[in-house]
């Protein structure tokens, strides 16, 4: 079973930064063609998007609250994927998830349900 592992979470002041990660463990399996995004989960709240990448790293999505603030990137080689999160707002506060298409795609969706392996999560908290 293929399971994704996120690192990098914690806690931080409003304007800090943070840089979250995210790679595969345990059976061997390359997401190196496949689109890859991070979610996010405030308690008392639905999964929403926050960013996608395609597995050139030529489009990129961003939700319209973390758009020039937040940046995806990844490292195919290494079938990895990142969050680098600046000036983090107390509104950023929830459970990040990375998670990854089981199979090529063009371009990345923003819905939740068109990825089939997740990460259990990283919790970042930005304190006022």
């Known amino acids: 079973q293929v399971q994704l592992v996120e690192s990098g979470g914690g806690l931080v002041q409003a304007g800090g930064s943070l840089r979250l990660s995210c790679a595969p463990s345990g059976r061997t399996f390359t997401f190196s063609r496949n689109p890859m995004a991070w979610f996010r989960q405030a308690p008392g709240k639905e999964r929403e998007f926050v960013a996608a990448i395609n597995w050139s790293s030529s489009i990129t999505y961003y939700a319209d609250s973390v758009k020039d603030r937040f940046t995806i990137s990844r490292d195919s080689a290494m079938n990895a994927v990142y969050l680098q999160m600046n000036s983090l707002k107390p509104e950023d506060t929830a459970v990040y998830y990375c998670?990854?298409?089981?199979?090529?795609?063009?371009?990345?969706?923003?819905?939740?349900?068109?990825?089939?392996?997740w990460g259990q999560g990283a919790q970042v908290t930005v304190s006022s």
């Open positions: 998670a990854a298409e089981s199979a090529p795609r063009a371009t990345p969706s923003r819905y939740w349900g068109d990825y089939d392996f």
